[in-house]
């Protein structure tokens, strides 16, 4: 098997920020419909796409690894996004961010122009997973094997770019697209003549903007506070385990001078138990605050998501009051409005996961605080009974240890309460059904235009 590469004299067009692809293909991946900007910037009429695989467009440049992540996603019912580079019939390329979606019994595909900062660092990553795989097709691996070998390079790039799952990227990379393009919807799709059905359909995509953006917003809120949450939790636990070891330390020490004042060995063993539990409860903290992260990462994917699909309903509409587009061009548009309410489901169900993470995290949060504040209570009590029985010159430099791991026991105290405090703050209700009645309307308004059309 060989990876060919195509001259590198070939054109590239550059895709401006308000044209979207659109396309719908079969399970096979074969194209069923196309919009007008696909058909230009592909250089293949209507009738040349109808029919044929969506791969007619496949660069031979792009690494078999992402198609490969591609397709499991689908396949498993999921939406998925990449960076693409495709070719169109005359042999020029042109890069676009493509979402892809299950919808009925295939799947939608809206692609934009890759504006973002991550854009660049992808192309590095694609040259590198070329490379992996060039070099696996030489050691006589067959196709697959070489698009699995090719999706291991892909995954082990991204964690060297700081991302700790291809979920995260992907995230990361759509919604930065969605923030590139500078909310289009409203600017570039505004029509001030547009009259009847598709003066609501564009009116329609505004106010869900307006609702996406709000969910932008408040999700930026959340994934604040989970990583702040995260990294204190972190620092907190590092700190509690040095805690512990300060109890050992302070059992050692009272059992130098058991002779003399034994009352501090009863101390230092009885504080071990409160120190012991909020170190446990500190643990704990890890699997709910990693589940957070995740359901973060979905919520942000999910609102990019519906952004782009909202941005193809304002463009179609767009398109058929410009005379570009046929009025039969809104019969796509139930399609992305279906899409828009699969994504407001999915926000809501990780809303109600990420607020019952958020209330499980604050439960363990107050266990490890009501624990750390019983153990203070113990280990001043230990102190000062080290004063009293006149014990500093026996215990020596076991005494500097233990007051410089009660030093930073106080500041871990204030990290917690301060979290504590926040928490409330960051529970805000996440709300959708005004955005799924908004759906409703465009969805209704887009039918009744294109059935008279």
Same mark, same amino acid.
């Given at each position: ?8 004299? !070939? ?14 293909? %079969? ?5 069923? +419909? ?64 493509? +979402? ?41 691996? %067959?196709?697959?094997?070489? $698009? ?45 003549? $547009? ?65 003399? $004042?034994? =009352? ?25 605050? $990693? ?25 179609? #509409? #767009?398109?058929?009051? !410009? ?14 409005? %279906? ?17 019952? #993470? ?27 009974? =080290?004063?009293?029985?006149? /014990?500093?010159?026996?215990?020596? %430099?076991?005494?500097?240890?233990? !007051? ?7 500041? #871990? ?26 759906? /409703? ?13």
């Amino acid at each position: 098997m060989t990876l060919g590469l195509i001259d590198s004299n !070939d054109v590239e067009q550059l895709i401006r920020p308000d044209e979207l692809f659109f396309s719908t293909t %079969d399970r096979r991946g074969r194209i069923r +419909t196309g919009n007008s900007v696909f058909v230009r910037i592909s250089g293949y009429s209507l009738e040349e796409l109808s029919g044929a695989p969506h791969n007619i467009v496949r660069h031979p440049e792009m690494p078999a690894g992402v198609f490969r992540l591609v397709w499991d996603r689908l396949l498993a019912g999921r939406p998925v996004g990449s960076y693409v580079l495709n070719r169109a019939k005359n042999g020029s390329r042109y890069w676009v961010f493509a +979402t892809m979606t299950p919808s009925g019994d295939g799947f939608l595909s809206v692609r934009v122009a890759p504006l973002g900062p991550m854009f660049d660092k992808v192309k590095e990553v694609y040259r590198y997973v070329n490379a992996a795989e060039r070099y696996a097709a030489e050691q006589g691996l %067959d196709r697959r094997q070489v $698009a699995v070998h090719g999706l291991r390079a892909l995954e082990q790039a991204l964690g060297e770019l700081g991302f700790t799952s291809h979920e995260e990227f992907l995230a990361d990379a759509l919604s930065s697209e969605v923030a590139a393009r500078d909310r289009l919807a409203s600017s570039n799709y505004a029509r001030p003549n $547009a009259r009847g059905s598709l003066r609501q359909v564009l009116a329609g995509a505004q106010a869900l903007e307006s609702l996406l953006s709000g969910l932008v917003g408040l999700l930026e809120r959340y994934r604040e506070f989970g990583d702040r949450l995260a990294s204190t939790s972190e620092r907190v636990l590092d700190v509690a385990r040095r805690l512990d070891g300060a109890v050992a330390t302070a059992q050692r020490a009272s059992a130098m001078v058991a002779d003399t $004042a034994p =009352v501090l060995g009863n101390v230092a063993q009885v504080m071990a138990g409160p120190m012991g539990g909020a170190v446990v409860a500190l643990e704990r903290l890890v699997p709910p605050l $990693a589940k957070l992260r995740d359901d973060i990462t979905d919520l942000r994917f999910r609102i990019a998501l519906a952004s782009v699909h909202n941005d193809m309903i304002a463009s179609f #509409a #767009a398109e058929v009051v !410009d005379g570009k587009a046929p009025a039969t061009a809104l019969r796509e548009v139930p399609l992305l409005c %279906d899409a828009v309410r699969e994504s407001a489901l999915e926000m809501s169900a990780r809303a109600s996961q990420v607020n019952g #993470a958020l209330q499980e995290i604050k439960a363990t949060i107050a266990e490890a605080v009501d624990r750390l504040l019983a153990f203070q209570r113990f280990l001043g009590q230990w102190r000062i009974l =080290v004063m009293r029985r006149r /014990a500093q010159h026996m215990l020596g %430099d076991l005494l500097g240890t233990i !007051d410089q791991e009660f030093s930073a026991f106080s500041r #871990a105290m204030d990290m917690l309460r301060t979290l504590e405090e926040e928490f409330e703050r960051s529970m805000v209700p996440f709300e959708v059904d005004e955005l799924e009645a908004q759906v /409703a309307r465009i969805r209704a308004e887009s039918r009744d235009y294109s059935d008279v059309a």
